[in-house]
C-alpha cells in the first residue's frame, strides 16, 4: 500500500497486477505531464498579456500583483479606474498617479484582447490546480486498490451456505476465511 501511495502502480506490480499497475502508471505519467503543460502554458500566455499591455496600453510591468492585471483588463484607462472607486469611497484600491501605475488602452480591441489572454492564462492556471488534485485522487486509489489486493492474496477459502430453518426460514451464510 504505501508503495502505491509513493509511485502509482508500484504496489500493484509488487503483487504481480502489471495490467492494473500499467493503468495507475500510464494516469500517473499523463496528469503530469498535463500539469506541466497547464503551468507551461499559463505561464507563457501571462508572459504574453503582460508584453501586449506594455506595447498597447503603456504600462510598466515590473512588479505588479495579479489584481493589477485584472483591473487593467477592466477598465480603458486609470483615471476611470480611479473616478470609479472613487465613487464606491474605496480610497484604498486607487492608483498612484506618475508612479508606474499608468495605463491607457490604445483600443477597446486591444483592451478585450488582453482580457481574453489574461483569462486564458488564468483558466490555464486553474486547470494545474485541478489537475494536482487528480494526482493525488491516483495516488489513493492505487493505494487502496493496493491494499485491496494484498488482501485477496491472502484469502484461503470463500463458501457460500444455503440454511434453511424447521419454520421454514431460508437464510444465506458466506464464510471466508484469510490469513492475518
Not at 29 to 52: D, E, N, P, R, W
Not at 122 to 141: E, R, Y
Amino acid at each position: 500500500m504505501v508503495k502505491s501511495a509513493i509511485l502509482p502502480g508500484w504496489g500493484e506490480a509488487a503483487v504481480q497486477q502489471s495490467k492494473r499497475a500499467r493503468i495507475f502508471r500510464l494516469t500517473e505519467v499523463s496528469l503530469v505531464t498535463a500539469c506541466i503543460s497547464a503551468y507551461t502554458f499559463s505561464g507563457h500566455q501571462a508572459k504574453q498579456y503582460k508584453s501586449f499591455a506594455v506595447e498597447h496600453a503603456g504600462v510598466d510591468s515590473r512588479g505588479k500583483s495579479h489584481e493589477y492585471w485584472v483591473d487593467l483588463g477592466n477598465y480603458i484607462d486609470m483615471g476611470n479606474y480611479n473616478a470609479e472607486h472613487l465613487r464606491f469611497r474605496d480610497m484604498e484600491s486607487l492608483y498612484a498617479e506618475n508612479e508606474g501605475w499608468d495605463w491607457n488602452w490604445d483600443s477597446k480591441e486591444n483592451k478585450k484582447s488582453f482580457e481574453i489572454m489574461r483569462i486564458r492564462s488564468d483558466i490555464l492556471a486553474m486547470t494545474g490546480k485541478f489537475i494536482i488534485g487528480g494526482i493525488v485522487v491516483n495516488h489513493i486509489l492505487s493505494a487502496i486498490d493496493a491494499l485491496y489486493l494484498t488482501k485477496l492474496e491472502k484469502i484461503e477459502s470463500i463458501s457460500l451456505m444455503p440454511t434453511i430453518s424447521p419454520n421454514g426460514m431460508g437464510s444465506l451464510s458466506l464464510k471466508v476465511e484469510f490469513h492475518l
